[in-house]
């Protein structure tokens, strides 16, 4: 059992080091899983993407706002099964008001630079998800919580 401490920096470091995040939303026509490009916030208690608000996924998160994201290192090699890292994010999401907007974009920025235009273009949302706990699973099967405090 890893302590909450050691817990923590390894769900940050790894938020850190990977840019994408599969995000699950739940609408009317069903479930739908999106590739996303994500930040998270420092303290852990937010993550951050863009999207176009024509898509299925905004759709959903307005409808239905719980979603849940899935991060991982793996390499797609045997060797996972005992060295990847994989963290189920559980949360809800809600579109970042303009009062939060320069929080959210230089957060989310910083990680993502290259997606400045697209993140501003009128078209498009910031969306914050407010986390509630992260599910870490290490050694294929190590299962351990980390609750985020609001």
């Known amino acids: 059992m890893t302590d909450a401490a050691s817990l923590r920096r390894m769900v940050s470091n790894l938020l850190a080091t990977q840019p994408l995040a599969a995000l699950s939303t739940h609408g009317e026509s069903g479930s739908h899983v999106s590739l996303i490009a994500f930040a998270a916030t420092d303290d852990l208690r937010e993550v951050l ?23 991982d290192n793996r390499s797609n090699r045997e060797a996972d099964f005992r060295d990847a890292m994989a963290v189920t994010i559980v949360g809800r ?49 190590h299962v351990q919580e980390l609750r985020v405090e609001p």
Do not use: I, W
Request: aromatic share 10%.
């Open 93 to 141: 999401a809600e579109e970042v008001e303009s009062a939060d907007m320069d929080r959210g974009l230089t957060c989310y920025l910083r990680k993502h630079t290259l997606l400045r235009e697209f993140v501003t273009s009128p078209g498009c949302a910031l969306v914050r998800v407010r986390v509630e706990a992260y599910f870490v699973v290490t050694r294929f099967q």
């Open 49 to 71: 993407f863009a999207t176009a608000k024509g898509t299925r996924k905004f759709r959903n998160l307005v409808a239905e706002p719980r979603v849940a994201l899935l991060v």
